[in-house]
């Protein structure tokens, strides 16, 4: 079974600033992937970032990257110049294969408000 | 292409009622997943299909939940009876096999309140 932990209470950063969340992840597959999502309070699930195990380097999209480190499992995510929209709930998830092919497993979620 | 689209985006409904929800996919998708998630936690994953055929349930998906998603596009996710503690969003997402992550797209979701 897969399981994502996200332990973090609510996460504040001043706007402009860098700010990471954390996300731990446990499974047995050899091959697996790692997605974060944000959730403003409008409801829709916005996709941020994906990492397979197998890929070298560090994803990264825009102002976000995801610092995954495999040994320790864990696949933080960090958001560069923080902007007043980004206030919003943030979703690590696993799939059991690479790629967009299964069902996720997803944590708690953090909260991150933006101060101005 | 407008992305995944589920309607409605509320419903209330009494206790004991059916309700029916829809979804429909990014065109190209062959992938449809059903979620749901409750208040200050993350979505529990439901079921999946691959075209008409589903592929994978839950045990969260109980005798009263059925979903179906007949010619490979749109799909329903129907709840029986419903219960209080069926309240919940109910996410549906959709993807394309053998993609990369970045294809995993969800749906505004559909809020449910049973009263």
């Known amino acids: 079974a897969q399981k994502i932990t996200q332990t973090q209470p609510g996460m504040f950063v001043q706007e402009k600033e860098a700010v990471t969340l954390d996300c731990t992840y446990d499974?047995?597959?050899?091959?697996?992937?790692l997605f974060w999502y944000k959730q403003p309070s409008s409801g829709e699930m916005i996709f941020l970032i994906y990492?397979?195990?197998?890929?070298?380097q560090n994803a990264t999209e825009g102002r976000y990257s995801l610092n995954f480190q495999k040994a320790r499992k864990s696949a933080n995510l960090v958001i560069s110049a923080s902007q007043l929209g980004d206030s919003a709930m943030y979703f690590c998830?696993?799939?059991?294969?690479?790629?967009?092919?299964?069902?996720?497993?997803f944590g708690k979620g953090i909260t991150l408000s933006v101060r101005p | 292409d407008t992305g995944v689209s589920q309607d409605p985006r509320h419903k209330i409904t009494k206790r004991g009622q059916n309700v029916t929800f829809r979804c429909d996919p990014i065109?190209?998708?062959?992938?449809l997943y059903w979620y749901r998630q409750t208040l200050g936690q993350g979505p529990e994953f439901l079921t999946y299909?691959?075209?008409?055929?589903?592929?994978?349930k839950s045990r969260l998906l109980s005798d009263r939940f059925s979903a179906e998603r007949p010619k490979g596009s749109f799909s329903t996710l129907e709840i029986q009876r419903t219960e209080q503690g069926d309240s919940a969003m109910y996410l549906c997402?959709?993807?394309?096999?053998?993609?990369?992550?970045?294809?995993?797209?969800f749906g505004s979701g559909t809020r449910l309140t049973v009263v």
């Open positions: 499974t047995s597959d050899p091959s697996y992937g």
């Open positions: 997402a959709s993807s394309l096999a053998g993609t990369g992550g970045s294809g995993y797209t």
């Open positions: 998830a696993m799939s059991p294969r690479a790629g967009a092919n299964s069902k996720l497993t």
């Open positions: 990492q397979g195990s197998y890929d070298q």
């Open positions: 299909f691959q075209n008409e055929a589903q592929l994978e």
């Open positions: 065109s190209e998708h062959n992938r």
